[in-house]
């Protein structure tokens, strides 16, 4: 790690340290194991690159709880552009990462729960005319039939189609789209690629 030469009362009282602990090397043990090489690599790059940098990383509190902070690297420069010390600030951002982590769980719940729920996820709408489209693919789905479907651009045949494939027995084989245009109606014709 580079040389810390001072710390201001907060990161002290933060870590339960005097300033001489502060300058020790063994100052390394208040980063998270598992993010302690990069943290080293990060300083290091950065350093060497000698440009602002910042990286989150895990902090020892002095009651040994680790929390997430958001480190920022700063050079101080001068007049003739060269670096003569750096100087860090490190945010908490522990409420932060723990609602991320909560956001990134509920993602996966509501996704497991619409794929229970729904049968055509990439499909959405309750109109009659659709439910009919739909109840449609139902029954044609799990037939070997090659399926022709026809409608306006931009209805969702494609949609219709995938959603066919998905549920039929050739569902693990390459899907493939033919889209034969034809004066103002397209067509797709939709078959599942044989062995």
Known sequence: ??????????????????????????????????????????AENGFR??????FEARLMRHDG???????????????HGQITRWYSTA??????????????????VLVRKSNKTSMFEEIVGVSAPLQSVL????????????????????TGKELVARAIHKR???SARAFVSVNCAGNSVLTHRIRALRP
Do not use: C
């Not at 709880?65 to 007049?79: A, H, M």
């Not at 109840?135 to 931009?154: F, H, M, Q, Y």
């Open 1 to 42: 790690m580079e040389a810390h030469s001072t710390a201001n009362h907060v990161a002290l009282e933060y870590f339960g340290i005097t300033i001489d602990q502060w300058r020790a090397s063994s100052r390394i043990n208040f980063i998270h194991p598992d993010d302690r090489e990069h943290y080293l690599d990060q």
């Open 49 to 54: 690159q000698g440009a602002p940098h910042e």
């Open 135 to 154: 109840n449609d693919v139902t029954k044609v789905a799990p037939t070997d039939s090659t399926v022709l479907i026809t409608g306006e651009t931009g």
């Open 65 to 79: 709880e680790f929390r997430y902070f958001l480190i920022r690297r700063n050079p101080v420069k001068d007049e």
């Open 168 to 170: 039929s027995r050739r």
């Open 91 to 108: 945010t908490d951002i522990e409420d932060r990462k723990r609602a991320e982590d909560e956001i990134k769980k509920e993602n996966i």
